[in-house]
C-alpha cells in the first residue's frame, strides 16, 4: 500500500523559515517524479516545486529563490526548504509522486504565515 505522509507544517512569521518532508513507502520512488502542491483557501491547487528522479527541479515563478526542493532516494523522501516566507504563503501543502503526471497523494500539511 502506497502511503505519502507530509509533516513540518507550522504557523510561521512573515520572514521565517519552514522544513517540509514527505516520506513514501510502499513502493521505490527513486524513479518517481515528487513534489509539491499547495492550496490556499478559495483557489485552485497550484504547483510549488518538482524534482526528477534524476534530480531536475521546477519551481513555480511566485517562490524562486526562496524554497528549495531536494530528495533523499535511499529514505524516499522529499523535502521543501521555505524561506522568507510570506502570508501569501498560506496554504494547506501536498505531497505527490507519480512517474509522469502525479499519482499518488498525501494528506496535506498546513502553512500559516502570520505576524
Known amino acids: 500500500q502506497v502511503q505519502l505522509v507530509e509533516s513540518g507544517g507550522d504557523l510561521v512569521q512573515p520572514g521565517g523559515s519552514l522544513r517540509l518532508s514527505c516520506a513514501a513507502s510502499?513502493?521505490?520512488?527513486?524513479?518517481?517524479?515528487m513534489g509539491w502542491y499547495r492550496q490556499a483557501p478559495g483557489k485552485q491547487r497550484e504547483l510549488v516545486a518538482a524534482?526528477?528522479?534524476?534530480?531536475?527541479?521546477n519551481y513555480a515563478d511566485s517562490v524562486k529563490g526562496r524554497f528549495t526542493i531536494s530528495r533523499d532516494n535511499a529514505k524516499n523522501t522529499v523535502y521543501l526548504r521555505m524561506n522568507s516566507l510570506k502570508p501569501e504563503d498560506t496554504a494547506v501543502y501536498y505531497c505527490?509522486?507519480?512517474?509522469?503526471?502525479?499519482?499518488?497523494w498525501g494528506q496535506g500539511t498546513q502553512v500559516t504565515v502570520s505576524s
Open positions: 505527490y509522486a507519480g512517474v509522469v503526471a502525479p499519482t499518488y
Open positions: 510502499g513502493s521505490d520512488f527513486s524513479n518517481y517524479a
Open positions: 524534482i526528477a528522479s534524476g534530480g531536475k527541479t
